[in-house]
């Protein structure tokens, strides 16, 4: 069976192979022992932590298959970025040069540091191993997500945002980031992109440019790649603009790669999940569903095929299901059609 729980302090030596899996361009998994282990210790107090508000935890989940009981993929939720350590982007905005004199209009697209997004929770972290890139775990490791955010309201920002990852290539080259290389930072992606993961984030503020970049001026490679996605990165923003997100223009520092956001009363998966209460028995039905206990610092999903009882908001699922999620009959879930 596929379940995803709150990551562990055991989990340490499958994280780090998952942060190496994973490669250029994904900044919250850097390949540091030392990095990955704070913020798995991070991680662990965020769901022990009673809250009533969003603040500083960071939510860092795993996807195990039970019969291997190896760690096949990850996914995190922050709960409110940029509180302690500056939350940078580009903001794409217009400025018009224009004289009526000479009948010359002319629109010019900029770029604009901002820290628009602190205080909105994030959710990110989001990585699942080729082996089990089947069966629709990419999927329910994204979604399942939202179930938790649905029974943990108070633990999060009315604004989810996601930070997709932009273009770069195998070997960790950004065209965009070449450009900025070039004129202000002398260093490379890879390196850029590392020192952010690790948390060394005041080059930021020091060495890039305090005014509007013009979009015009960036190399015709660095100018092609801003809002786009990575070629990996596509099925999960086209998962994210199904459930509601979508682009408003804020893009990464180092690749240029959009960001996305939802009103969390807008986000479909959210809207559409249900509350039940627990019948362990016979299932009739082939249809899976996302499935969630109610808990946090025991959280735990999986996919599984269920019997839905509309009318006595009752659901019927196997003992094994009721195991995986450490749920009794007479307990509540959360689930979503898959």
């Known amino acids: 069976?596929?379940?995803?729980?709150?990551?562990?302090?055991?989990?340490?030596s499958d994280l780090h192979r998952i942060a190496v899996?994973?490669?250029h361009g994904f900044t919250s998994l850097p390949v540091n022992e030392q990095l990955l282990n704070q913020?798995?210790?991070?991680?662990?107090?965020?769901?022990?932590?009673?809250?009533?508000?969003?603040?500083?935890?960071?939510?860092?989940?795993?996807?195990?298959?039970?019969?291997?009981?190896?760690?096949?993929?990850?996914?995190?939720?922050?709960?409110?970025?940029?509180?302690d350590d500056a939350f940078y982007h580009?903001?794409?905005?217009?400025?018009?040069?224009?004289?009526?004199?000479?009948?010359i209009y002319n629109t010019?697209?900029?770029?604009?540091?901002?820290?628009?997004?602190?205080g909105a929770s994030e959710i990110c972290t989001l990585f699942l191993s080729d082996t089990h890139r089947k069966n629709n775990n990419?999927?329910?490791?994204?979604?399942?997500?939202?179930?938790?955010?649905?029974?943990?309201?108070?633990?999060f920002s009315e604004t989810i945002i996601a930070e997709m990852r932009g273009i770069s290539d195998e070997h960790g080259r950004s065209p965009f980031w070449d450009w900025l290389e070039k004129y202000f930072f002398s260093m490379d992606f890879p390196t850029a992109d590392y020192l952010t993961g690790i948390g060394k984030k005041v080059f930021i503020a020091e060495l890039m440019p305090k005014y509007p970049i013009y979009v015009n001026l960036l190399s015709k490679e660095a100018?092609?790649?801003?809002?786009?996605?990575?070629?990996?990165?596509?099925?999960?923003?086209?998962?994210l603009e199904a459930e509601g997100f979508s682009r408003r223009g804020y893009v990464d520092i180092f690749d240029g790669g959009p960001t996305v956001e939802a009103n969390v009363n807008s986000i479909r998966a959210i809207n559409q999940s249900q509350r039940c209460q627990v019948i362990i028995g016979d299932v009739q039905s082939t249809d899976n569903y996302i499935i969630c206990n109610t808990q946090v610092a025991n959280f735990r999903a999986t996919q599984a095929p269920l019997s839905y009882r509309e009318t006595a908001q009752q659901?019927?699922?196997?003992q094994a299901v009721a195991d995986a999620l450490l749920v009794k009959e007479g307990d509540w879930v959360r689930l979503l059609a898959n």
């Open 223 to 239: 100018q092609a790649v801003i809002n786009q996605v990575h070629p990996k990165t596509l099925p999960a923003i086209r998962l």
């Open 21 to 23: 899996e994973s490669g």
């Open 39 to 83: 913020r798995i210790t991070h991680a662990e107090k965020s769901f022990n932590k009673a809250v009533t508000q969003p603040g500083d935890e960071g939510y860092l989940f795993v996807m195990e298959d039970t019969e291997t009981g190896k760690v096949v993929g990850t996914s995190g939720i922050e709960a409110a970025v940029g509180l």
């Open 1 to 12: 069976m596929i379940i995803v729980r709150p990551i562990t302090q055991s989990d340490l």
């Open 138 to 155: 990419g999927r329910f490791l994204s979604r399942f997500r939202f179930l938790f955010i649905a029974e943990h309201a108070e633990r």
């Open 315 to 318: 659901v019927v699922i196997s």
């Open 90 to 103: 580009y903001h794409l905005g217009k400025v018009v040069h224009s004289s009526r004199e000479l009948n």
């Open 108 to 118: 010019v697209e900029t770029l604009s540091l901002c820290n628009d997004y602190t």
